[in-house]
Structure formats: C-alpha cells, structure tokens
C-alpha cells in the first residue's frame, strides 16, 4: 500500500522530473508534462504489493494493460542492470535518486547516505543504487541535469 511518505516521495519525483525535463527541452511543454506524469505513475506498483523488490516490475504491468506509454520505464527504474535507458528512464532514476523518502530534494550523494542508513551499507538495495548513481553520473546526459 502507499503511505503517506511515499506519496510524498512521488511528488517530489514528478516535480524533480518536471525540472530536469525542462532542461532537456525547456521549449516542449508536452515532454514536460509527459515527465511530470511519469513521476507521478514510477512507484504506483506499491499499492498492489507489500514488499518492495517488484514494485516497479508490478506498476509497469499495471500501466501496460492501461496502455500507458511510458510503462516500459516505470518497469525499469530503479534497475542498475539496464545498459541503454531512454531519456525518459534516465530523467526517472536521476529523479528517483535525487528524491528523498518524505520528498525532499537530495543530492546523489545525500539519497545514497539515506539509503545506507535506513538498509545498511551492505544490503542489497544499498549496492544496487551504488552502481545506479555511478551509471547516472557517468552518463553523458548527467550535464544536462546540473
């Protein structure tokens, strides 16, 4: 079920997305709004499941059958084993990755210390997002975003 928390965190990702979309195509107020939504549909598998390990895999799913454009990439966020990510992926996960739990802007560095200490330096989740902010910043879209 989403939480208020994690309704928060949605907001605060399509917001970001919004942002960072803007400087990709600061003229396309259609791509624009197309990320805001985007963040806003990215953690919808939440309602449907109590762990989160398949959230993403789950809302994507969901947005398929709905015939949402975009489900593609609510099904691969957050996965640090995607080696090409589309625009919309990558303005997703910088998003996701730069929003904290209660929807607060973070850095990259700020989301990976919350994640670490709220799972532990050596949990899974922790490790995954290590390699996903590196893939993020290494990206030579990273510029644009700064």
């Given at each position: 079920m989403?939480?208020?928390?994690?309704?928060?965190?949605?907001?605060?990702?399509?917001?970001?997305?919004?942002?960072i979309a803007a400087k990709f195509k600061p003229n396309d107020d259609k791509f624009i709004e197309d990320m805001f939504l985007l963040g806003i549909m990215h953690d919808l598998g939440y309602e449907f499941m109590e762990s989160n390990t398949?959230?993403?895999?789950?809302?994507?799913?969901?947005?398929?059958r709905g015939g949402y454009k975009y489900w593609q990439e609510v099904?691969?966020?957050?996965?640090?084993t995607v080696e090409n990510m589309t625009d919309q992926l990558f303005i997703l996960n910088c998003a996701d990755?730069?929003?904290g739990p209660n929807g607060e802007n973070f850095?990259?560095?700020e989301r990976l210390k919350e994640i670490g200490n709220r799972f532990g330096?050596?949990?899974?989740?922790?490790?995954?997002?290590?390699?996903e902010v590196r893939k993020l910043k290494n990206d030579t879209r990273y510029s644009k975003i700064l």
């Open positions: 989403i939480t208020e928390n994690r309704w928060m965190h949605i907001l605060g990702v399509a917001r970001k997305a919004k942002e398949s959230h993403a895999a789950v809302g994507g799913e969901i947005l398929k099904a691969m966020h957050g996965d640090e990755m730069m929003t850095t990259f560095d330096k050596d949990s899974a989740p922790y490790q995954k997002c290590i390699i």
